[in-house]
């Protein structure tokens, strides 16, 4: 499961800087053509990064909010059947502390 997550992350981290490139290439292209300035490029793919960073960093915090809670469900789930076991278990060990019945006396 966490070799999933890792690739996810990693697939996203790498969406993103392919991501970052083309729109770099886009501005470099308006800026050979004249349709921007550098410096407005420039400005422009500042304010594009910083929603990408903004927008990985809650989707970040939303998948560990939801691992954490699934783990979460996981572990008293578990607990619950630990906590299951150990009653049979005390239940099969007073069995066997009990002197053994002998047949055909009152």
């Known amino acids: ?8 992350l990693l697939a ?8 970052k490139e083309k729109v770099e290439e886009s501005l470099n292209d308006f800026v050979r053509q004249g349709k921007v300035t550098a410096n407005d490029a420039r400005i422009m793919a500042d304010k594009i990064a910083e929603q990408g960073r903004r927008e990985f960093e809650e989707v970040s915090e939303k998948l560990g909010a939801k691992i954490r809670d699934l783990t979460s469900r996981e572990s008293s ?6 906590a299951a076991l150990e009653q049979r278990i005390a239940t099969l060990e007073a069995r066997l502390a009990e002197p053994p019945s002998r047949s055909g006396e009152p």
Not at 12 to 17: E, F, I, S, T
């Open 12 to 19: 996203g981290v790498g969406a993103a800087v392919v991501t």
């Open 1 to 8: 499961m966490i070799d999933l997550i890792k690739k996810t």
């Open 77 to 82: 789930a578990l607990k619950e059947q630990v």
